[in-house]
């Protein structure tokens, strides 16, 4: 029996995207990321907001333990999430056009480097895992002190 492509994205939020979600809420009693990390975060959404952009996105992943960082293919042994000082959002759409692609992305890395400009001490991470089709949607901020963008 061949699974239609909508009944995948059903199995793939229900097992993955649902469970992350209630994760990056505080899940197992972990206190969440940290306000400067949620700050960051909230600024990258008011600068799309006030340019015309209606983000749709959501978030997946706060403060992680080490035992579950563990399992997470390809994370950091140095996790900047093992600290509160990262968040991971799933994104659906930026510009409007009902789609998710490379452009939603772009947009979005720009208004981070608008934000951390105008507020030095929130400067990190974007990073992005297009090159991975379960995570492709995923982006990553956190608060390390410097300025870099990576892309898996």
Do not use: C
Request: proline share 3%; hydrophobic share 35%.
């Amino acid at each position: 029996m061949k699974t239609s492509k909508k009944m995948k994205r059903l199995i793939f939020a229900i097992l993955i995207i649902l469970p992350l979600a209630v994760y990056g809420r505080d899940f197992f009693g972990l206190t969440g990321a940290n306000p400067k990390i949620k700050l960051k975060v909230k600024l990258v959404k008011e600068s799309l907001v006030n340019s015309g952009y209606n983000p749709r996105w959501f978030t997946i992943s706060e403060k992680r333990n080490k035992y579950f960082n563990r399992l997470l293919p390809n994370s950091a042994k140095k996790s900047h999430h093992l600290h509160g000082n990262a968040i991971d959002v799933y994104v659906i759409d930026i510009d409007g056009d009902g789609k998710f692609t490379q452009t939603d992305l772009d947009i979005v890395k720009v208004h981070t480097k608008r934000v951390e400009r105008r507020n030095p001490s929130l400067r990190g991470a974007f990073g992005t895992y297009t090159s991975k089709s379960i995570a492709k949607h995923m982006i990553h901020f956190d608060t390390r002190g410097y300025s870099t963008s990576y892309n898996h």
